[in-house]
């Protein structure tokens, strides 16, 4: 029978950064306040949120880095709002910052979550930003907590291996 290895949504203990893009604040100050109750109704206390502003999207995988190197977090939470606008500078933004984040997350030992708002208008984005189609700052923080109990769930199946292995090998 195989294992199933998930996380829990249990924030009790956990201490989470949050870094946020101030430009489109309408939109970013909406995904803060969604992240941070998601953060509250599953036990994070307040004190152990710590919110970073950054000027923009473009600032946030950066910035993520630095503090997901620094050790102090069990994961990191990136809210951000890229509107387009009439020139190609919204792919770039986008775009990169969307790398940015994957390839910090790829790199650190804690889960880094992507929660930048991505739409072609300030309606939509408002929407994203729970007006209608909930709340995605809310979700980031959800997949944090998911996620920081699966790499527990993982570090704990890998040790189960490793002692399981270890009395076969002294045996030979």
């Given at each position: 029978?195989?294992?199933?290895?998930?996380?829990?949504?249990?924030?009790?203990?956990?201490?989470?950064?949050?870094?946020?893009?101030?430009?489109?604040?309408?939109?970013?100050?909406?995904?803060?306040?969604?992240?941070?109750?998601c953060l509250e109704r599953h036990g994070v206390e307040t004190d152990n949120v710590d919110v970073f502003w950054v000027p923009g999207a473009w600032e946030i995988p950066a910035s993520a880095r630095r503090i997901a190197d620094l050790g102090s977090w069990d994961a990191v939470v990136c809210l951000g709002a890229?509107?387009?606008?009439?020139?190609?500078?919204?792919?770039?933004?986008?775009?990169?910052?969307?790398?940015?984040?994957?390839?910090?997350?790829?790199?650190?030992?804690?889960?880094?979550?992507?929660?930048?708002?991505?739409?072609?208008?300030?309606?939509?984005?408002?929407?994203?930003?729970?007006?209608?189609?909930?709340?995605?700052?809310?979700?980031?923080?959800?997949?944090?907590?998911?996620?920081?109990?699966?790499?527990?769930?993982?570090?704990?199946?890998?040790?189960?291996?490793?002692?399981?292995?270890?009395?076969?090998?002294?045996?030979?």
């Open positions: 029978m195989a294992w199933i290895h998930e996380g829990s949504f249990d924030g009790c203990g956990l201490r989470v950064a949050v870094v946020v893009g101030r430009f489109n604040s309408v939109v970013t100050e909406r995904l803060l306040d969604g992240a941070l109750d890229v509107i387009r606008g009439e020139t190609p500078h919204f792919e770039y933004v986008a775009a990169e910052s969307a790398m940015g984040v994957a390839k910090t997350a790829m790199k650190c030992d804690i889960p880094v979550i992507y929660g930048i708002v991505t739409a072609d208008t300030l309606d939509q984005a408002i929407d994203r930003a729970g007006a209608k189609s909930g709340n995605k700052g809310f979700d980031a923080a959800m997949a944090a907590l998911e996620m920081v109990g699966l790499y527990e769930e993982i570090d704990e199946a890998a040790e189960e291996e490793t002692e399981e292995e270890e009395p076969a090998e002294k045996e030979q």
